[in-house]
């Protein structure tokens, strides 16, 4: 397990502004901190060295692309599969429809988020990628009404 630094509140107002815009420029952010531009800026390097920011990303509409639907799919494996979890994984990281997934403790062993033209398009992914796999025991899939992002760690 990494060793995760300790943030000050400097840092966390830091992280707050960036998730809210990650686009927002130096000077901007370190106007709305109260400090010099090299201090913010010394601030991201050494939040981006300490794995703190993983990365700056851009956060699409699914349905701007023809993914009109979203489901999130809970995978149980088969028992006697539990050694197959890692290369189960490393399939599920190439599937496109799939937007991100989680390893679970409990009952279920994985929860994927998959992105959709329509019911009959995760229906397919169910089938193909899920049902067909000799590993998999047992998926429950729901669907997502709406999707709704609050702001992390703040």
């Given at each position: 397990?990494?060793?995760?630094?300790?943030?000050?509140?400097?840092?966390?107002?830091?992280?707050?502004?960036?998730?809210?815009n990650?686009?927002?420029?130096?000077?901007?952010?370190?106007?709305e901190?109260?400090?010099?531009?090299?201090?913010?800026?010394?601030?991201?390097?050494?939040?981006?060295?300490?794995?703190?920011?993983?990365?700056?990303?851009?956060?699409?509409?699914?349905?701007?692309?023809?993914?009109?639907?979203?489901?999130?799919?809970?995978?149980?494996?088969?028992?006697?599969?539990?050694?197959?979890?890692?290369?189960?994984?490393?399939?599920?990281?190439?599937?496109?429809?799939?937007?991100?997934?989680?390893?679970?403790?409990?009952?279920?062993?994985?929860?994927?988020?998959?992105?959709?033209?329509?019911?009959?398009?995760?229906?397919?992914?169910?089938?193909e990628?899920?049902?067909?796999?000799?590993?998999v025991?047992?998926?429950?899939?729901?669907?997502?009404?709406?999707?709704?992002?609050?702001?992390?760690?703040?």
């Amino acid at each position: 397990m990494r060793s995760v630094p300790t943030l000050d509140d400097l840092d966390r107002h830091l992280l707050a502004l960036l998730q809210e815009n990650s686009r927002t420029t130096n000077q901007a952010l370190a106007a709305e901190l109260g400090v010099a531009p090299s201090t913010c800026l010394a601030r991201i390097k050494a939040l981006r060295a300490a794995k703190v920011i993983q990365r700056f990303t851009v956060d699409v509409d699914p349905q701007a692309l023809g993914q009109g639907i979203q489901a999130l799919i809970s995978v149980r494996l088969r028992p006697g599969a539990r050694h197959m979890m890692e290369p189960f994984s490393e399939e599920l990281k190439k599937v496109p429809e799939i937007s991100q997934f989680f390893f679970l403790g409990g009952a279920d062993d994985f929860l994927i988020h998959v992105l959709g033209r329509d019911t009959d398009h995760i229906r397919q992914f169910v089938l193909e990628h899920l049902s067909s796999n000799p590993v998999v025991g047992d998926t429950q899939t729901n669907l997502v009404f709406d999707h709704v992002r609050g702001p992390v760690g703040t």
